[in-house]
Every structure is written in C-alpha cells, then in structure tokens.
C-alpha cells in the first residue's frame, strides 16, 4: 500500500473501534435508523433488493410486505458493520459468551475423517465474524477471499478475518494451496451464494428460477474428498447462534460433469433453505440471477 493508503486504513481502523464501543444492545435500533437512511437514499441497490425479492417470492402480491421485508435487509446489513466494530473491541473471551457454537460438533466429526473440512456457507446473517467459530474451539481454520479494490479496506477486511488465527487464501489461482491445507486436515470456508457465470459456473435452480451457481467448491469436493459441512452464522436475540449439520453426501455418477452439476445444486439447495429461514438476514442486495441462461449445462434431466 501507499503511505496514503497506510493512513486512509489507520483512521478506518480507529473509526471502527470508536463505533465497537456502543454494546451489542444498541446494535438493533441503530441498525434500524442506519438501514433506513440507505434504504430511502440508495435507489440503486433498493430496487435491485426489492426486484430480487419478488422473483424468490412471487407470492408475495403485496407490494408493502416486499418493501417491508426490503428494509430489514438494509438494516440487517447496517448490523452487520455495527457488530463488525464491536467484534474489534472484544476479546475472544467475550465473543465466546455471545456465540452459540454447539454445532460446531458437525466440524469435529468430521474432521476425524482425516481429509480436512470444507465450509458451504454464504452472505448470511454474520460472516465475517464466522471464522472465529473454528478458532474459539481451537480448530486451525483458512477463509477463501477475493481481494478488495480499495487497498485500505481491503487491509481493514484482512485484519479482522485473520486476527483470531484464520487463515486466508486469495481466490485467484487458490486450488494448490486449498488442496495443501486440506492435507494437513483443516477447515477452509467457502462464500459461494453469488452469482456465477458460464466458464466458472453451472446451471442450478435457486428459489426455483435457473441462475449459474459457483462450480469450485464441488469440483474440490471430488477431487479431494474432502467431507463439506454447511455452516452459517446467524443472529439470535442478542447474540449469534453457529448453524451446522452432517456433512453433505458427495453423489458420485461415474461423469465429472454431471456430479458437478449435482452436487452444486445440493449445496446451492441448502443455502436456498438457510435463507428461506431467516430471509431478512441474507444479502439481497447482489444481483443473484443477472448472468442470462447461455451454457449446454445442466444435463440432468437428459
């Protein structure tokens, strides 16, 4: 980074702790005030979250309860920042009283397999502070990230990812080192609820409407056979609650392109039932279905 850069990223660092100093009590209604201003300023991105909204949930005729559930979006996205901060302030003392991480059971059981655990997780509830799940309960665990464009905050997002001891793995050419840790048996965590495109992506139904889902996480799943565990953390009265489950059976059809295609839309479904859970937690703001229906893929009905 630059030396301006360097200073742009110090004063974001202080910024956020002096926001970490208001208790978790008050993350609600500021977070209500928060989302509101940007819901009403940013039209941009309301009408992007409202018109996403209504694809996933065409039975909602009434546009009121659409732009009702609009605006939780917006301010649970303003909570997440606000937890973000007081995570900065706390120490892992503190973070392990206000996390509920008796799923994490899922993660151990399955790490006795030897192969190293594989996280399916996405935009849900907290996830930047789902990393510090593994690393509370001691588990040596790698987070999967894009770099961002802003050097600044960029270094901001590293900092608060890696502080509890995760490590992180750019996504650009990630597939050695993500075999290599999964060798060692440990967890990496995966974001994979975005929109996908034809080269990086396969045909999967997501809230019922085809979209390209990302075809990473299930190609390493079979080269590696590595167990993938869903893990997500949501928000739960005043605190965060670690949602897991059994490892995800690998289908296994003698083509690669078909367990693919499979297995992807297994992990896309079990995204599809966390966010149909807890709707207003999810990050509808990105544009899941904008990439249009262009690939031979899928194959299964063939």
Request: proline content about 6%; glycine content about 6%; overall charge positive.
């Amino acid at each position: 980074m630059t030396t301006v850069d360097k200073i742009i990223a110090q004063v974001l660092r202080l910024l956020c702790l002096a926001i970490g100093t208001f208790p978790m009590r008050y993350h609600e209604p500021m977070a209500r005030l928060i989302g509101g201003i940007w819901f009403a300023v940013d039209r941009r991105h309301r009408m992007v979250t409202i018109d996403n909204l209504e694809q996933a949930y065409p039975e909602k005729t009434d546009p009121k309860e659409i732009k009702t559930l609009a605006r939780k979006v917006f301010a649970g996205f303003s909570r997440l920042f606000l937890e973000v901060c007081w995570s900065m302030k706390s120490d892992p003392a503190t973070l392990a009283r206000h996390i509920d991480r008796t799923d994490v059971r899922y993660i151990k059981k399955a790490l006795a397999g030897g192969k190293g655990v594989l996280i399916l997780s996405g935009h849900l509830g907290n996830w930047e502070l789902l990393p510090y799940v593994p690393s509370l309960e001691n588990i040596q665990n790698h987070a999967v990230y894009r770099p961002l464009d802003f050097a600044p905050m960029d270094h901001l997002v590293r900092f608060l990812r890696s502080r509890c001891g995760t490590g992180l793995i750019p996504a650009s050419n990630a597939l050695r080192k993500i075999v290599a840790t999964l060798r060692k048996n440990e967890v990496i965590g995966l974001l994979v609820d975005q929109n996908s495109d034809p080269h990086n992506g396969v045909a999967i139904k997501f809230f019922d409407q085809w979209t390209y889902g990302t075809k990473g996480l299930a190609l390493i799943a079979r080269h590696t056979g590595a167990p993938v565990v869903p893990g997500f953390l949501v928000r739960e009265n005043r605190g965060f609650r670690f949602v897991s489950g059994p490892a995800i059976p690998f289908v296994y059809t003698g083509d690669t392109r078909i367990d693919i295609e499979v297995n992807t839309q297994a992990y896309n479904r079990v995204i599809e039932e966390m966010v149909r859970k807890y709707p207003e937690q999810w990050f509808w703001v990105h544009r899941r279905w904008k990439t249009p229906m262009s690939s031979p893929w899928p194959r299964q009905g063939e």
